[in-house]
């Protein structure tokens, strides 16, 4: 051994509460409103898709949350996650940076999604709940609650994208490998589903359909509830077991980062690695740079509107207030899946909002062209997702150089592309573009706002 | 916290030696002859397409072998792999067996394989090696050899067989994103591609064809090397980290395995496990049951024969004295490719001769139940190579139960299965069946072994 390449911890060190940044902000977050009445939610409008401990969860500003027992027993399958420090990236780009990443990747469904799929289906099952339904696009959301259902006994029921149920077969069948029942949607199943194939018969759906699915049958049916894979306060909440974590093996490294990075799509991913060190900075703590990375082609946070604005597509979600390109907008169809929703969760739009973090656009190629770099510099192939964090780490590891300073550089891998090689493929046979958004498009989303006042 | 789950070890634990059970075994290996001669083949027939390195440690019987530190700083990048305690499954069966399982699926590769690529890249660059080629059928050994290949900075050619680089584009996308060249075999680019495409243009190749063309371009390069991915002594010495990490592990968890169990296809995975317990219990250590596991569909030490035969169907390689279906068995096309080998290695072949360890071979249905049991118990999908190991282990431990003995069992989960979802769609289709041998084949293909007498 010449040099320490990463940072383990045993599982007895699995964090024992979540952190929750609610407590630290400088200004609370705006009330999430209800569409009829434009009165702000209250739990009672929740129950009828949630559990109790999750709504309380959502609505909670205590610091920290308690991770129960079972929740800490299946995380340690795969937690504590490696921090790495790549050494080789570094000497690759012969720059005076320390460059660290936590990887998510080695979670049994290869993404940081678990991390909050096990804690949704534990308080499911704790307070109740006889099954689950959620939406899917690609995949990689629903197998991670299919693991987490198989693992506590909960039935799950994912309404997958009908384009992806055909064309992206594997990660369905990772979905039934676990035990978890795939439909494609629009299906006949519920009435939001028969509406549309009445009207197209040949859809292929969206996970704006999709959504309105799997909720259907959660307020239809009094023992089943719905599960959402980011956006919501409680999903960023479980996230943070990531930076707590990360945290820690920063300093079994000796070292804190200048810079965290992270790629934003619905915003669990930043969160789980930002919110903790963004808490300690808002309670006095180390000063820190936060940055999120958005693909060009659905540029949320850098050229949205911070507004009130509908969850999904099909407009049966409360009004949050957040970051939108308009929930009429469509991203162009990019590899990075997990990063085309038009909104970004409230949390996250807040601390952008008051300038607490700062946030980028990438271009698809130049990610995918990095993601390539990392893979033969560090072994892992990243999701194209990650691509995104990687080129931004890239960037700021060359202004070093550039400037002859070294900062720590500390980014989340949030999964590995073993399930994206079709998007590998495209790229090497030059298929693929920088598809830029439609200003026109998202001027007419824009317009569209439902305009409700804060 | 509840209970513990898995033992990790820190990385300056990774072994500093390989085991090599030449040194403790009873009774010399027979030697491996030039097919030309009949006489044993000495370091100068290996040097044309092996580096002398390696040579040297295929001719060894030192019983350590070091590590050198650049093969354990990449090492550093997934080892020390986790062992876990399978507790979940134990529950779901109602065994008093204890269950561990060491797992290799947290490889970049997510295999074993690494574990021998990164050492033979590293020695072929130390020796002057310029480019390495090797062949693949599914690819999960050439993109372990294109990931070793990049971090050491060696070009590797990977002659991919027609039929899988057509098919399944998502291994050859993985190797080229490592930088590997990837050419469907048969090939124009050499002798006996060209000689195949003429006689047959519509080939679609097989292992045999792809080896032959790798060889070849290694024997006509000066500069270039080959590499193979199991049966030969050295790489079987390099996969011995495995069971040497198990064994610290297996002591953290204040345990020690009664049963030891592994698949075997070339031979490479199962003596990783295996071989560490079994010089321990050679040279007077702990006794300890060691069982091989293989497919009914090709059942090298349970059916073949004990002869020395070729290691590939065009007759390239020299004569080694293995467990053998005959070079001319082709057997059914079962989901578990890597299982898929008409010879055994000849260290594996001995000891099972020699009456020092168990075979038995399984039926693909029950293999892959045994997975998708595997899955919704402790959440990782198995590849199917490994769902061979979990059978024999759901065995054990209910025998366990019906007599009421706790035993230790000890396995290794050689992959994870995210490459594989295709089989898993198969088996929940009901596509799959049992494929058993065809015994008029085999008969025929043991009847053509070249004869020749130790």
């Known amino acids: 051994m010449t040099e320490t390449t990463k940072y383990l911890l045993p599982e007895n060190r699995i964090p024992r509460a979540w952190y929750n940044l609610a407590a630290d ?3 609370p977050l705006a009330p999430v409103l209800h569409p009829g009445t434009g009165q702000p939610v209250g739990p009672d409008d929740m129950l009828p898709i949630f559990p109790p401990s999750l709504v309380a969860q959502e609505m909670s500003v205590e610091r920290e949350v308690e991770i129960p027992d079972p929740v800490r027993d299946v995380y340690a399958l795969w937690r504590p996650t490696p921090l790495h420090r790549a050494r080789r990236l570094e000497r690759a780009l012969e720059t005076p940076a320390r460059i660290y990443y936590k990887y998510e990747g080695v979670s049994p469904a290869g993404s940081h999604k678990p991390n909050t799929a096990v804690a949704q289906a534990f308080y499911n099952k704790y307070d109740g709940t006889k099954r689950l339904t959620t939406e899917t696009g690609a995949g990689q959301w629903g197998s991670s609650l299919a693991f987490a259902g198989a693992l506590f006994g909960l039935p799950v029921d994912v309404y997958m994208v009908r384009v992806s149920f055909e064309q992206k077969p594997y990660r369905r069948a990772l979905m ?20 549309i194939l009445a009207r197209h018969p040949d859809s292929t759906g969206s996970l704006g359909i999709a959504i309105s699915e799997a909720v259907e049958m959660a307020v239809a049916r009094d023992d089943t509830q719905y599960a959402l894979g980011s956006v919501l306060n409680h ?3 479980h996230q943070t077991v990531v930076g707590l974590e ?10 804190a980062p200048d810079v965290v990075i992270a790629c934003a799509g619905g915003g669990s991913n930043f969160a789980g690695l930002a919110f903790p060190y963004l808490g300690e900075r808002l309670r006095g703590g180390r000063d820190v740079r936060i940055v999120a990375v958005e693909p060009s082609a659905c540029p949320t946070l850098t050229r949205g509107s911070f507004a009130y604005d509908f969850g999904d597509t099909a407009h049966l979600t409360p009004l949050m207030k957040m970051y939108t390109l308009g929930s009429s907008f ?8 997990g990063l085309r929703y038009h909104g970004m969760s409230p949390l996250v739009s807040h601390i952008k909002a008051l300038g607490l973090i700062e946030a980028e656009a990438l271009d698809q190629l130049e990610c995918f062209a990095a993601g390539v770099r990392f893979a033969r510099a560090e072994g892992i192939v990243p999701a194209p997702e990650a691509t995104h964090a990687i080129r931004a780490v890239i960037r700021e590891a060359e202004a070093c150089k550039a400037e002859g300073t070294s900062r720590a550089i500390l980014f989340n891998l949030s999964g590995h592309g073993h399930f994206d090689m079709q998007a590998y ?14 200003e026109a498009a998202l001027k007419e989303a824009i317009a569209d706002l439902p305009g409700v006042a804060a």
């Open 246 to 255: 990360a945290m820690e093996q920063m300093a079994m490294a000796d070292d």
């Open 176 to 195: 039934e490998t676990y035990g978890a029942r795939c439909v494609a949607s629009p299906s006949e199943e519920t009435e939001s589903g028969r509406a």
């Open 425 to 438: 493929t495209d790229y090497f046979a030059g298929k693929l573009r920088d598809e830029a958004y439609d």
């Open 330 to 337: 469509v991203p162009s169809g990019i590899h990075a899946g």
């Open 235 to 237: 999903v960023l909440l």
């Open 25 to 27: 902000l400088p200004e």
